[in-house]
């Protein structure tokens, strides 16, 4: 079962608390349940296997048992709901920070994937709940794929999937996941701290530096109404700006965002 490697942890309080499955239907799932019933702001939720991951808009996240990273953190900031994508952008900052370390060059692609030459090797999924139309917590689930081998990616390749694992990029070399397990951990509240203290400039020109979508033509499909244009940075929300083709300015707060250049 995969843990964290605590001589390798050194944060203050993010993955203090952890708890470790075999198999989970998906980590947000948990944590959001065991949110609900008051577990503490860092805890963290690891699984070997999810057998119902989950992405953004009913999708599916692919989790194989016992090679990759499926990891739910819970957080419970002092934070507008409208600053909730700050999480994802300072965890999509993590994410390629944690790969790096494995000698592996990553960037993002908004809002919320980690790709290698354009293939996803990680995603996060952020989901919130509210009290008295405040922050009550917010959960930021993680998925790397990390010692996936070259048959699992065929295989997501065919069902029309662009995967890679940071082990295929690393050329073979495998990666110790109690280990990245606990680099991201480190580095995602080294930049969460960076955002509650220092707000959200800093982390939108941090994020902006890992980014690969800077003036590149794109295509936003917002519940099937589509915006075309310029991707031209992250508004201080954390939201896309689209210079779109009537020159106008649109800010894009969630959906699906591709490129079509
Ligand atoms: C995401 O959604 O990228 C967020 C994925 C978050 C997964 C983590 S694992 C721990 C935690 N617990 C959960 O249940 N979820 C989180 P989205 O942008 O909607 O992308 C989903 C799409 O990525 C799918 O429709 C596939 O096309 C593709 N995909 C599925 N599995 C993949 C994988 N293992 N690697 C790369 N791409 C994948």
């Not at 993955?15 to 989970?24: I, N, P, Q, S, V």
């Not at 577990?39 to 939720?45: A, F, L, M, Q, T």
């Not at 295509?219 to 020159?247: H, P, S």
Request: charged share 20%; with cysteine; proline share 2%.
């Amino acid at each position: 079962m995969l843990t964290l490697d605590h001589a390798i942890l050194k944060t203050e309080f993010l993955g203090r608390a952890a708890h470790y499955f075999e198999t989970l239907a998906s980590t947000n799932t948990t944590a959001l349940d065991l949110a609900k019933r008051g577990e503490p702001h860092g805890s963290v939720i690891i699984a070997d296997a999810q057998t119902h991951g989950r992405g953004r808009l009913q999708r599916g996240w692919r989790s194989p048992a016992g090679v990759n990273l499926y990891m739910s953190v819970i957080l419970r900031p002092q934070v507008a709901p409208s600053d909730a994508p700050m999480l994802t952008l300072v965890s999509s900052i993590a994410v390629i920070e944690a790969i790096g370390l494995c000698g592996v060059n990553s960037r993002i692609k908004w809002p919320n994937d980690a790709l290698i030459n354009g293939k996803k090797v990680a995603g996060v999924l952020t989901e919130m709940e509210l009290k008295s139309g405040a922050v009550d917590f917010i959960v930021v689930g993680i998925g790397v794929n990390l010692n996936m081998g070259e048959a699992e990616i065929q295989q997501m390749a065919t069902s029309g999937i662009s995967a890679t694992s940071v082990k295929i990029e690393a050329g073979g070399q495998a990666v110790d996941r109690a280990r990245f397990a606990a680099d991201l951990i480190n580095s995602l509240e080294a930049w969460y701290l960076a955002l509650v203290r220092g707000g959200n400039t800093r982390i939108i020109s941090e994020w902006m530096d890992r980014w690969d979508g800077l003036n590149r033509r794109v295509r936003a499909d917002l519940d099937g109404n589509l915006t075309e244009g310029i991707a031209a940075g992250i508004d201080e929300n954390g939201y896309l700006i689209v210079k779109t083709d009537g020159g106008g300015v649109r800010a894009v707060v969630a959906g699906d965002v591709n490129f079509i250049d």
